[in-house]
């Protein structure tokens, strides 16, 4: 049985490298394109003036990011209650505390339980803090037998043991290469998770997760312009930054988003759509994440909304093989997080991601943080290997593939250091 599975992994691996492959890798094949201008009103007037960027041009661009790409988050849709369900002043042998929160929609006789698990430092009063989502469920990100397991829908990977889209203890853990949370401690920052198919579960299906709460009478699926997938996650995170407000141990002045690959472009529209993300960073998050689409390099927008159907809204599938249409290009989801601090990582190996295009977005969106008097990335050429940028925008490249290293943590928290505490 286990043979079996390992052998329909394989095979599901080598469809989707041979899916890949018919995409474009070579640098001089990416076409020529005119990206928009993020200091141009519609109207065609240059912004020269923060106050025009604010008041004019940002709610701009946010409109079609909201209208044309993600889809609208529902106003007014809130968590009805927070409470803390578990908690322990002695975990990791004193380095950290440790509380769960369960987060709970109600309307309509629906419910939507959402679990965060916050590891804090023992030795910070009010703790800086970085939030991010998991892929697998709270019990993978570390060795704790305390974290509770979600009932909700998980997708099946048979080498953590998962078959039935449900979790068992067989997983507990599994994830820990991705979260160095003692080195995170050990910085003097707390980290919070959640287990990103409580929000929403990450399949084609709008009859489950947060979606049904915002249906009108009768609705079954979001309208075209209405939310997909990524910016349920987005409205998970601003519902997580509630929480944080009314903690006391934690300072939600300090709270940098995270998020690696889907969850990548899920932190970067989160950056955009609350702004007391004071940090926001994305790790190799490609496609719909920092890179540029017109590039089409590697994942393209058509591949994207075939292959995952229920990320973005209706209205993005019309820019399918159709990049140079589409009225916004993701240097302006960068911009949109100006003139707060945006960190974008890349991998050598996760060309599929297309590293180039993340790093040009931050580049392209500089002049926007220029006009707050801020550094963004302003040389065109990418800096080499592990020379990591920490301007206002960084920037770093690594050896390696699509994955979240200690190496991109101690980036991180290195910019967090840098740009939240002057150090
Ligand atoms: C891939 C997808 C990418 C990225 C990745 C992930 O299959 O094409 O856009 O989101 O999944 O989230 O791991």
Redesign the pocket.
């Given at each position: 049985m286990k043979h079996f599975f390992t052998f329909l992994t394989c095979l599901f691996l080598a469809v989707?490298l041979q899916a890949?492959n018919e995409f474009n890798y070579d640098e001089s094949k990416v076409p020529q394109f005119t990206l928009p201008n993020p200091l141009v009103l519609s109207g065609g007037k240059k912004v020269k003036s923060v106050k025009v960027w604010e008041k004019k041009r940002r709610p701009e661009i946010f409109r079609l990011f909201e209208e044309q790409v993600y889809g609208k988050i529902p106003a007014g849709l809130k968590m009805t209650s927070f409470k803390v369900v578990e908690q322990s002043d002695h975990v990791f042998n004193g380095l950290a505390r440790r509380k769960q929160v369960e987060m709970v929609l109600q309307k309509d006789g629906r419910e939507l339980l959402v679990y965060l698990l916050i590891y804090l430092p023992q030795t910070v009063e009010k703790a800086p803090l970085f939030v991010g989502y998991n892929?697998y469920g709270n019990h993978t990100i570390a060795d704790d037998a305390e974290i509770m397991l979600t009932q909700s829908w998980v997708a099946n990977n048979p080498s953590f043991g998962i078959i039935n889209n449900q979790i068992t203890e067989q997983s507990r853990g599994v994830r820990t290469n991705r979260w160095p949370v003692k080195m995170i401690l050990e910085s003097g920052y707390g980290l919070a998770t959640m287990y990103y198919g409580d929000v929403d579960p990450d399949r084609n299906n709008f009859s489950d997760g947060v979606h049904p709460f915002a249906y009108l009478y009768g609705q079954t699926q979001p309208r075209a312009n209405e939310w997909g997938a990524i910016s349920a996650w987005a409205w998970g995170l601003t519902q997580a930054m509630d929480y944080f407000e009314t903690d006391p141990d934690i300072d939600a002045s300090k709270v940098a988003v995270m998020g690696?690959?889907?969850?990548?472009?899920a932190s970067l529209w989160a950056g955009a759509v609350d702004q007391r993300f004071a940090v926001v960073i994305s790790n190799?998050?490609?496609?719909?994440?920092a890179a540029l689409s017109r590039r089409r390099f590697g994942?393209t927008v058509q591949?994207?909304n075939t292959?995952?159907p229920h990320?973005f809204c209706t209205n993005f599938k019309a820019y399918n093989d159709n990049e140079n249409n589409l009225p916004v290009d993701q240097h302006e989801l960068i911009a949109l997080i100006a003139p707060r601090p945006v960190y974008i990582a890349s991998a050598e190996q996760d060309r599929?991601?297309d590293p180039k295009g993340e790093y040009l977005s931050g580049h392209y969106a500089s002049p926007v943080y220029q006009l707050y008097g801020m550094e963004g990335l302003p040389s065109a050429d990418m800096p080499p290997l592990h020379q990591p940028i920490m301007n206002r925008i960084g920037y770093h490249i690594r050896e390696g593939v699509?994955d979240v290293t200690d190496y991109d943590w101690q980036q991180f928290i290195r910019f967090a250091d840098k740009h939240l505490f002057g150090k």
């Open positions: 989707q890949q892929f690696h690959s889907r969850l990548g472009k190799n998050s490609g496609c719909g994440g994942e591949r994207i292959a995952f990320w599929w991601a699509h």
